[in-house]
């Protein structure tokens, strides 16, 4: 299972490697396999539903879970 850091880690690959984002969408899985973590079927149904959502909407609402407080946004 891919933690919370590894799942960001995709999603931001993805976010920024236009190859990667395609690679992800076409088939999770392998994407992930490929840097060297294991998805649970939960985490490759939620980056299913991050093609119908922009990358930044996503990280914004997963980067204050991961960093608390200390995460002030973007500006």
Avoid: H, Y
């Avoid at 799942?7 to 990667?20: C, E, K, P, R």
């Avoid at 840097?35 to 914004?60: H, N, R, Y």
């Amino acid at each position: 299972m891919a933690t919370d850091r590894e799942m960001l880690q995709v999603i931001g690959l993805a976010a920024v490697n236009g190859d990667f984002r395609k690679k992800l969408a076409a088939n999770p899985v392998q994407a992930a396999t490929d840097l060297g973590f294991t998805l649970t079927p939960d985490q490759i149904e939620s980056i299913k539903k991050v093609e119908g959502k922009g990358m930044a909407e996503v990280l914004e609402e997963r980067l204050p879970k991961m960093f608390g407080n200390s995460w002030g946004g973007w500006g």
